[in-house]
């Protein structure tokens, strides 16, 4: 027989020899297993319950806290941001509507104010127009008056050279007035 | 000139927030997927002595009666049908679990 | 021959129990003894872990403490994925539950130091189904309790399934009973098994490496395949002893979901 052989056959049988069975159905000692067991059990659970858990888990939960925190004030920010960024395209567009407002004014302003000197150019113009042409009116009525008046001389000469008769004025003038008439 | 600068810029906000949102998501993602591989895992050892002991408990409990009662061996042979009926119970919930936690696994992806 | 077997450990004798300090209590043998001392040491290793986790804890947590919060969560998502929020009550059991067996389940790895006496040679307190039990029951026990508590005797209609037809109430509540009783001994059997199985095996390879070496130079080479397959062996019963601990941890957390939700 070689010796693994001499092993394999011996190595269980040494045990049961020894101990007379499995140590572990030896009634005898579950007492003090148990009471051990109960000992050390409840020791290790006491101090999970009161100390090391509550621990550990209070630095997660604090944690997980600020993790979500800071994604709230993360999204906080990029909501700021984002507002002012809305503030700042509004108060650009306000500046240019302004401008725009400004410069449509300045124009209205200006316009009058040529429109208005162009008003008082032209009534002064129309003024003086109308005074020339008054003038121009009395000039050619007295024009005319002189020169029906040297008409009726005239005639009034013409005729007496003619039939030496002092012709009535009011008769002259009627034929003047017939001739021109005709 | 002014309002290309304005238009470079505006883009990094909504960036931001895309990332942002990545990052967010990525969190809750990673612990979804830790949880749900672990159930089917811990079933898998379980089927083995289910049926063991089942029918070493409705074994012992028919062993005992007939030794009280005197009718070796009717309690036991009784006991064990009921262990091996148990047994089935045991094993079949056990692969429902293993089911369960394997089909939220697939429900997850 | 008998030289090389006396060297030899039975593969059973890391289980056995050895008196360190003898204690009575009114006649009850309540002896400190190995199995009690690596319990203590598994309490007193999770404690450090914790302190040096918790210890100035900080927003920006160091490594320990990275550790420690990737358990809490890990435990924590364990437990509301089983019970919902409202199993968040159990959470202090459930974690004290779980480390305890994984430290348990750890430490009983670590090799014995040659030439230390008998009892203080490593030793598991899972590999005992006593231990095991007595967590279950534990659980059963909370179960039980926090289940009347709430709900009353409608705690009742955990063993009478909705939609059961009228010819079968006989048969399903014994049926749901038995499968009630045999949670806490399916819970105990699979740790103390598993426990005790990679242990035996670990033990026998390594008997296997002392007898090969011993043999002679003819075939001591021969001790390489036992070690290999213990180096293996080892890395599996590591990975063991940490998924035992979390099925023990869920399966407590799916039973007490029972307490909060009794309908199945």
Redesign the interface.
Known sequence: MTPILMIMAFAPGEAAESSGGLPQMDVSTYPSQLFWLALTFGILYWLMDRVFLPKLGGIIEERRNRIADDYDKAAEFKREAGEAEEAYRKALADARAKAASIAAETRASLDEEIAGMQADMDETLNQQIAAAEARIAQMQTAAEAKVREAAIETTKAVVQVLIDEQPDDAAVKNAIEAAQAS | MDSRHQDDDLPSIDEFGERLDKSRRKDDAVEDLQRSERSALGQAFRIGTEMLAALLVAGALGYGIDQLIGSKPWFMLAGLALGFAAGILNVYRAMNEMNAALEEESKDE | ?TA??AT?A????Q???LDIIH?D?AG??????N??LW??I??VA??VF??A??NR???V?GKM?SA??SL???IA??LR??CGSEGMRF???I??LF??IFSCNLLGLWPTIPGLPYALHTFT?T?????TF??AM?TITILLVYGFYKNGIGFLKLFVPSGVPWWLLWLIP???I??F???P??LA??L??NM?AGHMILK?FA??IT??LA?GPM?GW?AIFPFLGNVALFLLELLVAF??A??FA??SS?YLNDALHPS?
């Open positions: 021959m090389v077997l030899l039975g593969p059973m004798e289980f056995e129990i204690l209590l009850v043998n309540i002896s400190f003894t199995a009690s319990m203590l598994s309490v999770v404690s914790m302190f986790a918790t804890a900080q927003m947590p403490q420690g919060e809490y969560q890990f998502d364990m994925d089983a959470f202090p059991y974690f004290t480390m305890f307190p590999s005992h189904i006593i231990v007595a967590l534990v014994l049926i749901e038995v499968s009783i045999s949670r001994i399916s059997i699979r103390f098994a005790l026998i008997g296997f007898a090969l043999a075939v021969l998924l035992q979390y099925v869920i399966l799916v199945h």
